[in-house]
T-cell receptor, first 115, second 114 residues
């Protein structure tokens, strides 16, 4: 079956712009989480959605937001981009809320570069 | 902060068992130990998880000490494709508000050598 699909794979944006990243979970999965990975901070949790509701939120400023649609697809948005937002953004999906029992399946990520 | 401590790096000869340790001395009774790995430029991959009993699947075995303060991930016959960063993560069971919030530490970089 198809894995977690993230689009686009690569993105270059200018400081001050905003960006929207998309994630299509594995068919049937209702939980979607987002992570930011940078060389300095490693993998950091952004937020988790389950059945269109945000269950958990990490320690990121309000410029980072997300949503989940009725088909479980998710988007995350970053407004007023800063150079420090350059990172690999990873989406993960799971059958159950919280990745219960089977863990999360991660996508290959979107590489965002802010210039 | 991550609730686990792992050595930053390890080497293993191809074909031999790779034993990756993890300390989680502050683990609570309802918290599971999960292992993920990340091969360069890819998203993390789920390997295995356990609560208190030892677990085995097609990828690896997980040995959890009786006091649950540490665990070891065992790759029985390491191959070059097992070279990756391995993350040990502690997370709560269902009902806990933080079950979906995986807190990754720095992990262990395993280098499998021919």
């Amino acid at each position: 079956k198809a894995g977690v699909t993230q689009t686009p794979r690569y993105l270059i944006k200018t400081r001050g712009q905003q960006v929207t990243l998309s994630c299509s979970p594995i068919s049937g999965h209702r939980s979607v989480s987002w992570y930011q990975q940078t060389p300095g901070q490693g993998l950091q949790f952004l937020f988790e959605y389950f059945s269109e509701t945000q269950r958990n939120k990490g320690n990121f400023p309000g410029r980072f937001s997300g949503r989940q649609f009725s088909n479980s697809r998710s988007e995350m948005n970053v407004s007023t981009l800063e150079l420090g937002d350059s990172a690999l953004y990873l989406c993960a999906s799971s059958l159950f809320a919280g990745g219960e029992n089977y863990g999360y399946t991660f996508g290959s990520g979107t590489r965002l570069t802010v210039v | 902060d991550a609730k686990t401590t792992q050595p930053p790096s390890m080497d293993c000869a191809e074909g031999r068992a790779a034993n990756l340790p993890c300390n989680h001395s502050t683990i609570s009774g309802n918290e599971y130990v999960y292992w993920y790995r990340q091969i360069h430029s890819q998203g993390p991959q789920y390997i295995i998880h356990g609560l208190k009993n030892n677990e085995t699947n097609e990828m690896a075995s997980l040995i959890i000490t009786e006091d649950r303060k540490s665990s070891t991930l065992i790759l029985p016959h390491a191959t070059l494709r097992d070279t990756a960063v391995y993350y040990c993560i502690v997370r709560g069971t269902s009902g806990s508000s933080n079950t979906g919030k995986l807190i990754f530490g720095q992990g262990t970089t395993l280098q499998v050598k021919p």
